[in-house]
């Protein structure tokens, strides 16, 4: 192993020199040469540039790669320069899923059918977010990178010249303000010149590269048009997707949810038990028709809403799913998610029930109903 014994010396001697420097600077001890105003704006901006494209780059990973695992993974594939592989979605995965369920439970049923099409668009949001992964990836991602990674490592490459150039210089000015003697003032001078001409030089060469961050601005916002375009995208496709499932599903759901409140008259109670899967929590749902007014004889001729008696068994507590204006007297209006006690008298339509709500009491529309156990 090649061991320089003089260069590490010669480091250390100007390590200790810089330090006993700065510690003179900070006690106010030592000259320290400013800097003109415009460049020190140029790099307090330069400065609020880098941190705050960095948080931005930082948290925008975050947000497209939520697995800290998945991120490490990535990083090291692109610090060894290979591609990275290609990962599922959890949305493909959870229609992958759905789609085994199915098979398991039997594509000709009801829910086996049902999964394999809530499968099949879950895949399609999943295609979806690895499309928008990629695009912002590339058009967004990279870019910041490109910044953090490149040009700013540029920059502070230079502006670290710039500090040993200026440290140079004070040296050379302290140096000239000791030297006593003629020759060596002219010695001293002739430092100080050469010491301030590469002061100037490289500071310039600081300034414009930092003036170039005005540039990087306007590049980073083209991409930031581009990531909100291909997040507007995405949002745009995932809710066509939603709005076919949904239709696909409302399409569907008359075969696959038959009613379950049918009311047996031969008996005092309900027979019936709530759907396992209210009508409320269907996609799109939307409050029921209301149902044809009772036309059979007997009703109409012998039930009395106030002298209806409720069973001594039979009664039930419903959630109602739905708001209902009651269209007259003998019906019971109704708020959704309220709790009322139901049930049925001989000879009364099967559409409709006896409801009770504290001294209040009507006819109440069953598809309006959630019958709880």
Known sequence: MDFNVKKLASDAGVFFTRAVQYT???LGQAEKTELDAHLENLIARAD????WTEKIFRQTEVLLQPNPSARIEEFFYEKLDRKIPSRITNAELLGQYMQDAAKEF?????YGSTLITVGEFQRRLGGAEREFLQMSAINFLTPLRNFLEGDWKTISKERRLLENRRLDLDVCKARLKKAKLAEAKAAAEHELRVAQTEFDRQAEVTRLLLEGISSTHVN????????VEAQAAYYTQCHKHMQDLQKELSSASGDTFPNAFAVNASTSGVSAGPSPLSAATLPGASPPSRPPNPSNALESS???IEEVKPP???TRKAK???DYDAADTSELSLLADELITVYTVPGMDPDWLIGERGNLKGKVPVTYLELLS
Not at 106 to 110: I, K, L, R, S
Not at 220 to 227: A, G
């Open 302 to 304: 012998t039930l009395k």
């Open 320 to 322: 109602v799913l739905y």
């Open 312 to 314: 001594s068994t039979g």
């Open 106 to 110: 039997g594509a000709g049923t009801p």
């Open 48 to 51: 609020c540039t880098k941190n």
């Open 24 to 26: 003179e600077e900070k």
């Open 220 to 227: 980073h916002l083209r991409c930031l048009h581009e990531f």
